[in-house]
């Protein structure tokens, strides 16, 4: 898992979110373009991979308004891991696909349900 802990760049054409430190070799991630839920954590999870694994980047809440802004904007998504900005693609698309079966989906948890609708369905 690595988890993401800062945004670092917010422009018109890109987000750039900044992971903790990892022991991972950044430039053999390569994106999947699939997400996940971590309900417990109240976070979205990208799935990176590289030859041997997936690698989870736990997007935690603090994120999400900076991701809500990107699916209006329609700009590019990046994580910088140890100085390396690795583009998530499909983001936009997974993100949307997940707001909408949480939205007043219970089985996500009421605290899920709750945040992803207080950011992303005001």
Do not use: C
Request: charge should be negative.
């Amino acid at each position: 898992m690595i988890n993401v802990i800062q945004t670092v760049e917010s422009t018109d054409e890109k987000l750039v979110l900044e992971a903790e430190k990892s022991s991972y070799d950044a430039t053999s991630l390569v994106p999947t373009g699939q997400m996940l839920v971590d309900s417990d954590s109240v976070a979205f999870i990208y799935k990176l991979e590289n030859e041997t694994e997936f690698i989870y980047v736990s997007l935690p809440y603090s994120t999400w308004p900076g991701l809500k802004e990107t699916m209006e904007k329609e700009r590019t998504v990046f994580v910088k891991v140890n100085d390396t900005e690795i583009r998530l693609e499909g983001i936009i698309g997974e993100l949307e696909y997940l707001v909408s079966n949480i939205e007043g989906n219970a089985n996500y948890g009421e605290e899920m349900v709750s945040k992803v609708e207080e950011v992303f369905l005001p």
